[in-house]
């Protein structure tokens, strides 16, 4: 439509329809008949009834304006007066460069979340949240899955009864020679909650450890063969700790101060539940993006499936770019192609 006396900017509209104040303003006219003026046709332009008309008609107008205004707040896509309050709700923090639209995709991903964690409702969500920059959804297929360990109970796992002595030992010295018997120092860390109140139990000979079990790279369960207690204050700090020293043959290095759990330890790891989000290269390299990928993710998905995102390679979307020597791609390319 073009700018005129019923266009002004808070109603003008990128639409070829008449403007809504002309037809509201043509409806009132046609109301009054030809009771105002002598010839039977509609008020002389510039009159007060035909004033009375045009500026009812504009009020009319800005008001149903509003009420569309207002029944917006409720989309989505087109929530703008309201949608700091809505990403309040929502736990949104939006980015300090987000623009409107970018902060509406993200509103409008978080309101699937109560759908569930499927593969066709993440994929929904990616969509609203990223548009063109989502590209797909890669999730291990069964026959893929490998379990590690390979079978239950073998090594690293330490399968023990419910009711069986836990102990936490923490290592003052570093284990640097592995494949021989080594023997390093330890002191005790106290153990809470078995029992309640229970003082720190020292290692003994035969006691089954797991050490660094927050890295999987470093998980090594090792057979105490021999175990010493030092004699001052009779292996008993004033602190109520047990210092001492263990042998064991060690599979993998460790730095001192890694921390070593005697009790179960029922830790088996699969792939199967691991997923990569393809996103644009543009998107992959912008940490913003990325942050947002990462929080919808662990919002949407359960507490034992892991998820990576990568880029996708230019000309083939369904192919991840390959990590190179020398080029940046650090935390979202992969070390072999994958395809989706």
């Not at 590209?135 to 291990?140: D, E, G, K, Q």
Request: glycine fraction near 8%; aromatic fraction near 8%; proline fraction near 8%.
């Amino acid at each position: 439509m073009l700018f005129s006396a019923f266009t002004p900017v808070d109603l003008y509209e990128l639409s070829g329809a008449t403007p809504i104040a002309e037809r509201i303003y043509d409806s009132l006219i046609s109301g009054l008949g030809g009771q105002y003026s002598p010839d039977g046709g509609p008020p002389p332009i510039g009159s007060r009834q035909e004033a009375l008309c045009y500026m009812q008609a504009l009020q009319i107008a800005r008001a149903r304006q509003r009420l569309h205004e207002a029944r917006d707040q409720r989309l989505p896509s087109k929530v703008v007066d309201l949608l700091p309050v809505r990403e309040t709700e929502y736990g949104l923090v939006p980015g300090p460069n987000d623009t409107i639209a970018q902060r509406q995709a993200a509103f409008a991903a978080r309101k699937l979340l109560p759908k569930g964690g499927t593969k066709t409702n993440l994929i929904a969500a990616l969509t609203a949240l990223l548009g063109s920059d989502f590209v797909t959804l890669y999730v291990n297929p069964i026959n893929t899955a490998l379990n590690f360990p390979v079978t239950c109970g073998a090594w690293p796992q330490n399968l023990q009864r419910a009711d069986a002595p836990r102990k936490i030992v923490k290592l003052t010295s570093p284990v640097d020679f592995i494949g021989t018997a080594k023997t390093v120092s330890y002191t005790t860390l106290p153990t809470p909650l078995y029992p309640l109140g229970a003082q720190a139990e020292a290692i003994v000979a035969g006691d089954v450890v797991v050490f660094d079990t927050g890295s999987s790279g470093q998980i090594d369960r090792v057979n105490v063969t021999g175990a010493t207690v030092i004699p001052s204050f009779q292996g008993v700090s004033p602190n109520g700790t047990i210092s001492g020293t263990l042998t064991a043959n060690f599979t993998r290095p460790h730095e001192s101060g890694s921390m070593g759990y005697v009790g179960d330890f029922p830790l088996w790891l699969s792939p199967r539940r691991h997923m990569v989000v393809f996103v644009s290269a543009a998107a992959a390299a912008d940490p913003e993006r990325k942050r947002k990928v990462h929080d919808l993710m662990s919002r949407m998905v359960k507490a034992t499936t892991t998820w990576a995102i990568t880029a996708s390679m230019p000309g083939s979307p369904n192919v991840s770019t390959q990590w190179q020597l020398g080029v940046p791609g650090l935390g979202y390319t992969t070390l072999t192609q994958l395809t989706a």
